[in-house]
């Protein structure tokens, strides 16, 4: 059973007791042994991981992790909604999946140096619905090492930019372009 109790400084802890009856040679019960143990620190952990379970589930970006060897383990909600992707449909699976099209070789080649010599990499990419429709995002890309400087997971947290890259380019063809006629209207 856990319950609360109070150190002699007054302080408060979480204890786990522990009951068991004390027996003779006969096995008639003579008593009771108790065991308190303070899991105040393991409650605390505890409350931490249902935090940071909770934020990830609701947070408005959409989260990727991946392993070291870059087989996605986990995604949030947002990701989903943002992708359409299930969870299930991607894990197992390199983000490659959602790749576009729209990117060469090279630009990926860059990312992949910046995350492994700085531990991160933001800008922006184009990545593909489950419907086949690109979308642009805003990514975050970050290397997460143990003790010993070794990455074991990679986390992308991104955002559909695809309004406000929407809005640039009316606000380019506004300033370039006859409104009416749709030529150009500048020398550029």
């Given at each position: 059973?856990?319950?609360?109790?109070?150190?002699?400084?007054?302080?408060?802890?979480?204890a786990s007791v522990t009951l068991s009856l004390a027996r003779d040679h006969d096995g008639v019960p003579t008593g009771l042994v108790g065991y308190v143990r303070d899991i105040t620190e393991?409650?605390?952990?505890?409350?931490?991981?249902?935090l940071f379970g909770r934020i990830?589930?609701?947070?408005g970006e959409g989260i990727l992790i991946t392993d070291a060897d870059e087989k996605i383990v986990a995604v949030n909600q947002a990701f989903s909604s943002i992708t359409g992707f299930a969870s299930d449909e991607?894990?197992?699976e390199t983000p490659r999946i959602l790749r576009s099209g729209r990117h060469d070789k090279a630009f990926y080649e860059e990312m992949w140096i910046s995350l492994k010599d700085t531990g991160h990499w933001q800008g922006e990419l184009w990545d593909r619905h489950k419907d086949g429709a690109i979308f642009p995002k805003w990514a975050n890309l970050s290397a997460v090492k143990n003790d010993h400087g070794v990455v074991t997971h990679y986390i992308s947290t991104f955002s559909d930019i695809s309004e406000r890259v929407a809005a640039e380019e009316r606000i380019r063809q506004l300033a370039f372009y006859d409104t009416l006629t749709g030529l150009p209207n500048r020398a550029t």
């Open positions: 059973m856990v319950v609360q109790r109070r150190k002699k400084s007054g302080e408060v802890f979480w393991r409650l605390k952990k505890e409350e931490s991981l249902r990830f589930e609701n947070s991607v894990l197992g």
